[in-house]
Structure formats: C-alpha cells, structure tokens
C-alpha cells in the first residue's frame, strides 16, 4: 500500500519559515492536500492540487514539489499556526484515498 | 456550501457493531464521493472508505473485511458499519465529501468520538 512519509515535529520561531515535508513514491503524478488541525477540531485545508490556496488562508502558507517530495512552507510563523500538519493524496492504482502521519508543529 | 453532520453512539461494546450515520445538506448525495475518516485520541488520520454515486465503493484494505459504507438518497444520508470493534476501534470518525474531484480535497464533518468499551 502506498505510503506517505512526514516527519513527527518541526519546531520553528517566530518570525521564522517552517517547511513541513511529505514523502511518498512517484509523489510527483499525484495532487497533494495539505490540512492544519488543531485540538478537538476537524482539519482544515490550507493547500490543494499542490500549490492552490483556498480562500482565507494566508499567503504566508505555500505548498510545492520537488522529486518524491512535497513541502508545506509557512512564512513568518506566527503563534496561531502551532498545530498538527497533514498531507494527503488520492492513490489512483487502489482507489484509496492516503494521509501521511502529520506532523506537530511548535512555534518556540 | 454543503454541511455535514455525523451522528450515532458514543459508545460501542466490544464484539458489537458501529453504526454511524451522516446527514448531508445543503447538496445532494449522488453524484459524489463520500468518505468515512477516522482518528484515534492522539493519533493520525486514517481513511476508512468512500461511497460513489449512490453505489460503488471502495475500502481500506486494512479494515475491509470489516466495513461496510451505504447510502439512502430519501434522507440524503450515508452510513458506516463497523463490525467486531476491539479498543483499537476508539476514535473521532469524520464523515466527508470529496471536493474538485478525487485529487482535490476533503470537506469535512465536526465529527463524532466513538469509545469502544465494556
């Protein structure tokens, strides 16, 4: 089953680019979402279709891709961005739908 | 904007089946993918199946010999079924529909804590 690889935490300070990765084979052929979650609520999306920004996230939130990685970055971190990062895909050989562990962002 | 709202018992016995159900509105079941995704206390999430237009569906493999996901477009709703739940079961379950396509995204219910316990 494909997989999709994050790393558990990223710590960042204020003011500072925090770059969350998510790797997964042939990564590139696939559209990558990116959710925020905070405690006790659902995900939120904050990228789709690698790059797109939905309405009312900020521009300091940006997604890309380079070989069998894919990277949230989120510039100028700010207290209010602490919170758990997911990415996910749509696996077209199962018809599954894969999320990657998450990964913790700490804003020091 | 379509809203979702997942309901069903908060607590399930071990052995016994988990039942769920979503009430769609503003928007129509069919035809879309709707999904059941779900996170144990401290834990990722996990997607668990989907249901498309009314009828075909298609489950993770780690649990498919378990799961069953339905429809009833009269009450604009689908469900989950979960048989033979162990502690392991213990999770917040999000029902969700696939937005932009099945590459784009998931919109998502508040969802719904579902402890398995005697």
């Known amino acids: 089953s494909y997989v999709l690889t994050q790393p558990p935490s990223v710590s960042v300070a204020p003011g500072k680019t925090a770059r969350i990765t998510c790797g997964g084979n042939?990564?590139?052929?696939?559209?990558v979402v990116w959710y925020q979650q905070t405690p006790g609520q659902a995900p939120v999306l904050v990228i789709y279709y690698d790059s797109d920004r939905p309405s009312g996230i900020p521009e300091r939130f940006s997604g890309s891709k380079s070989g069998n990685t894919a990277t949230l970055t989120i510039s100028r971190v700010e207290a209010g961005d602490e919170a758990d990062y997911y990415c996910q895909v749509w696996e077209s050989s199962s018809d599954h739908w894969v999320f990657g562990g998450g990964t913790k962002l700490t804003v020091l | 904007q379509v809203q979702l709202q997942e309901s069903g018992p908060g607590l399930v016995k071990p052995s016994e089946t988990l039942s769920l159900t979503c009430t769609v509105s503003g928007g129509y079941i069919s035809p879309h993918y709707w999904s059941w995704i779900r996170q144990p206390p401290g834990k990722g999430l996990e997607w668990i199946g989907y249901?498309?237009?009314?009828?075909?569906?298609n489950y993770n493999s780690s649990l498919k010999s378990r799961v069953t996901i339905s429809v009833d477009t009269s009450k604009n709703q689908f469900s989950l079924n979960l048989s033979s739940v162990t502690a392991a079961d213990t999770a917040v379950y999000y029902c969700?529909?696939?937005?932009?396509?099945?590459?784009?995204?998931?919109?998502w219910g508040q969802g719904t804590l579902v402890t398995v316990s005697s």
């Open positions: 042939n990564i590139g052929s696939k559209g």
């Open positions: 969700a529909r696939a937005e932009a396509g099945v590459m784009g995204y998931f919109n």
């Open positions: 249901i498309y237009n009314s009828g075909n569906t």
